[in-house]
T-cell receptor, first 113, second 116 residues
Framework: EDQVTQSPEALRLQEGESSSLNCSYT??????LFWYRQDPGKGPEFLFT???AGEEKEKERLKATLTKKESFLHITAPKPEDSATYLC??????????????FGQGTELSVKP | NAGVMQNPRHLVRRRGQEARLRCSPM?????VYWYRQLPEEGLKFMVY????????ESGMPKERFSAEFPKEGPSILRIQQVVRGDSAAYFC??????????????FGQGTRLTVV
């Protein structure tokens, strides 16, 4: 069964204290891995898509990496406005089929000034 | 996020009533997905639709739930005879297949259904 596990469930950082969030997955035929940010009461906001092992993408203080079994979201020198729940999701299935995302439970990040 | 429009944002229904949730995808997107987020749980896939077609409904409960995406107008998720366990946030996402064939799905703000 396709599965996504995120750790830790919650992470508290001081402003400027860099850290990483983990997303491990088991899926038959990974087509892509997605990272989203979700603020309370809001919908998930798209951050990155990673397609193959070894790929890396960056956006401001965030950097996402992918291996064959897991993905990391590195947060460098975080600010309080980075506080949110970060969601990881995978997609399996046929090429050009689109389709469902399987989400992890999320990591709730809190950055204190 | 602003591109995918969901309404209403909040919906209160009494047990046994019907709930209708609407989703207008981003301009040019013809793929719509519905997800449910129960309290303290992650997002769970419900159904994937293209215009006038249900592509994958493997996450839909067998009874009381239905979805459509007509040629004209928004996608509708309908829940008949709601029960307290249906209380959740329902999110719609839309996508346009990219050149690689992988859709980057953009989510709406959700409809929070409360069944009393």
């Amino acid at each position: 069964e396709d599965q996504v596990t995120q750790s830790p469930e919650a992470l508290r950082l001081q402003e400027g204290e860099s850290s990483s969030l983990n997303c491990s997955y088991t899926v038959s035929g990974l087509r892509g891995l997605f990272w989203y940010r979700q603020d309370p009461g809001k919908g998930p906001e798209f951050l990155f898509t990673l397609y193959s092992a070894g790929e890396e993408k960056e956006k401001e203080r965030l950097k996402a990496t992918l291996t064959k079994k897991e993905s990391f979201l590195h947060i460098t020198a975080p600010k309080p406005e980075d506080s949110a729940t970060y969601l990881c999701a995978v997609q399996a299935g046929g090429y050009n089929q689109g389709g469902k995302l399987i989400f992890g439970q999320g990591t709730e990040l809190s950055v204190k000034p | 996020n602003a591109g995918v429009m969901q309404n209403p944002r909040h919906l209160v229904r009494r047990r046994g009533q019907e709930a209708r949730l609407r989703c207008s995808p981003m301009k040019g997107h013809s793929h719509v997905y519905w997800y449910r987020q129960l309290p303290e749980e992650g997002l769970k896939f419900m159904v994937y639709l293209q215009k006038e077609n249900i592509i994958d409904e493997s996450g839909m409960p067998k009874e009381r739930f239905s979805a459509e995406f007509p040629k004209e107008g928004p996608s509708i998720l309908r829940i008949q005879q709601v029960v307290r366990g249906d209380s959740a946030a329902y999110f719609c996402a839309s996508s346009l297949l990219s050149g690689t064939g992988l859709p980057e799905a953009f989510f709406g703000q959700g409809t929070r259904l409360t069944v009393v």
